[in-house]
């Protein structure tokens, strides 16, 4: 009777359909990509005092609206850089340090799945960092982020999930060029391995030891390009890793604030989803997932990406209630009054000769540090602060980044190459008085960091406390003629002077010490005088205060020449750059 039964049980278990026992499925993920970020969390600019498109409130309208449909099949990334942008990052790095940092507290009310650590996340500092690496809920990624002393990953190299079933391992990385950007003091005890090496280390550690179905990465570097470092180190090495480290079946990554979609072909033939969002919270880079399985086995996978444009989506305002306590705050430190200018100062003139904003922070940075020789560059392409009151707010625009104010000791001759380099990066090589003084690219004119220029323009320095000329019919490195120093002495160039700079530049940054003044990037250190505790728009903040009425000038220490070239190719080329008929004039570039 026993076996007569079980004989019925076996039959009746054999015609179940398959997909009951969990033999055959399909299964549909999404993955949701947000990177660099840079504090872009509610929709009020804290430094225009306007409204502002994109941010997390709207991205959290749009995977709210999918986690309806998908559920825990939903899963959702950030790719770093969120530490530093907006006065909201500042507010709670630096001023509210006791309360839990609010880019972790918007990662937890998101409910992101995990997290990976940028260059902009490096650069607050340890104490910073590793406050919000433990106030992170998710898992902070970080396999190539490696502890000097035990070799050992500072933060977890990859995150496993599981989602209906799917085992899907995610392994984050980070740009390895921190050390041209950062003083050590910054990353104490941590190296950053290159990329290639280390994908194809973990890689196999997880198939090895966890069998995921899916293998995902998460690399805040960029496609490809960037710093390449003497012992051959890339800064953006995602394409690399994608063609020769077999396993990935999707790489979202960023860092180059560059918009991309695109299948790479790996060393063994199978196709890479590569995929990157930009920047500043404007898009999500979202992709789509098919697995089937057949015998409990995946038999064919479908993967598909699709960048997403938030900006004109909803605004969370449940979300944006929950932190309204915080925004309330942000917005009393940024109105605080600092000063009064008498003049209206914008970075639009940098490009074209001596300007009010450039020289201004130029003269602060040589009063500060009583060096003979300041060097700066436009941190933000078109940043304006009107005469009248000043307030912290405005201090972001004149000063955009964190970077601390450094003095370097450097020869007459390494200060022109410097320069060289500096506007080779700038000037175009005129030919006729009807070229473009300025070295512009029409591909880069949606590009959130060139805006219409070949190259960045935070590399394009220009000098105070000497006098000179660039004379753009010259060819790229013989352009700069170094007059006098502006106190009327010879300049020397085999004479030591004492040089004024931020320390991203000091570091290496740019490469125009490097490259341009040919100073070895080791021997930096030995040439460093002075490095202030803190960074530098605090001390122009005080600066400014102490003063009380400034009223900003140019220094008219330099100009471009030919002027009767120049002067008429400047007027060409502002107009191209700057008004209100942009996309009609930038076709002409």
């Keep these: 009777m026993r076996t007569r039964i079980t004989t019925l049980f076996m039959v009746a278990l054999a015609t179940l359909p398959l997909c009951i026992m969990g033999q055959d499925k399909t299964v549909r993920l999404k993955v949701i990509e947000t990177s660099d970020v840079h504090g872009h969390f509610f929709p009020f600019d804290f430094i225009k005092q306007k409204p502002l498109d994109g941010t997390l409130a709207r991205v959290n309208t749009y995977v709210n609206k999918e986690r309806e449909e998908y559920g825990e099949r939903l899963v959702l990334i950030d790719n770093g850089d969120i530490l530093q942008g907006q006065p909201t990052c500042y507010w709670s790095n630096f001023v509210m340090t006791a309360d839990e940092n609010i880019a972790a507290s918007l990662i937890n009310y998101m409910h992101y799945d995990a997290e990976t650590v940028g260059n902009h996340d490096i650069e607050p500092g340890h104490a910073v960092y590793d406050k919000w690496i433990r106030e992170v809920k998710c898992p902070v990624l970080g396999a190539n982020i490696v502890d000097k002393n035990s070799k050992k990953p500072y933060v977890k190299p990859y995150a496993l999930l599981e989602r209906d079933g799917v085992k899907i391992a995610i392994l984050g990385m980070i ?39 899916l293998i995902f990465g998460l690399f805040h570097s960029g496609i490809s390009g960037g710093i390449t470092m003497p012992n051959g180190v890339e800064e953006d090495a995602t394409g690399r890793v994608a063609r020769e480290v077999p396993g990935f079946d999707a790489i979202f990554f960023g860092h180059d604030h560059k918009v991309h979609n695109e299948f790479i072909t790996n060393s063994e033939g199978r196709r890479v989803l590569c995929i990157d969002p930009s920047c500043y919270a404007k898009n999500v880079a979202e992709t789509s997932i098919e697995l089937v399985y057949k015998n409990g086995k995946i038999v064919e996978k479908k993967i598909d990406g699709k960048i997403v444009d938030v900006r004109n989506l909803h605004v969370d305002e449940q979300m944006v209630a929950c932190f309204q306590k915080q925004i309330d705050g942000i917005k009393s430190y940024v109105g605080k009054k600092v000063g009064t200018f008498q003049t209206t100062v914008s970075t639009r003139d940098s490009y074209f000769g001596n300007s009010a904003f450039t020289d201004f922070i130029q003269n602060l940075q040589l009063q500060i540090t009583k060096a003979d020789i300041s060097f700066n560059a436009p941190l933000s392409f078109d940043a304006r602060i009107e005469k009248g009151d000043i307030t912290v707010a405005d201090m972001f625009k004149l000063y955009r980044f964190e970077n601390k104010l450094y003095v370097l000791s450097m020869t007459g001759k390494e200060i022109r190459n410097h320069l060289e380099m500096s506007y080779d990066l700038w000037a175009n090589t005129m030919t006729s008085a009807d070229d473009h003084l300025l070295l512009l690219n029409q591909y880069a004119k949606g590009d959130q960091q060139r805006m219409g220029f070949k190259n960045f323009t935070f590399n394009f320095d220009s000098a105070t406390g000497i006098d000179y000329e660039v004379d753009v019919t010259k060819p790229d490195g013989s352009k700069v003629r170094i007059l006098r120093l502006s106190n009327g002495e010879p300049f020397d160039e085999n004479k030591y002077y004492k040089v004024a700079m931020n320390s ?84 002409r570039i």
């Design 175 to 213: 740009t390895p060029t921190i050390p041209c950007w950062l003083s050590e003091d910054i990353y104490e005890g941590l190296e950053f391995q290159e990329m290639v090496s280390c994908a194809k280390h973990w890689v196999k550690k997880i198939k090895d030891e966890e069998h995921p179905d």
């Design 504 to 587: 991203y530049r000091a570091c290496g940054g740019g490469d125009l010490l490097t490259h341009g003044a040919g100073i070895p990037k080791d021997s930096l250190n030995n040439r460093i005088v002075y490095q202030s505790e803190l960074d530098l728009r605090h001390y122009l903040m005080k600066e400014i205060e102490r003063q009380g009425i400034v009223d900003p000038k140019p220094n008219h220490n330099w100009k471009f020449v030919p002027e009767q070239w120049t002067v008429p190719a400047a007027k060409r080329d502002r107009e191209l750059l700057f008004q209100t008929s942009d996309n009609k004039l930038m076709t």
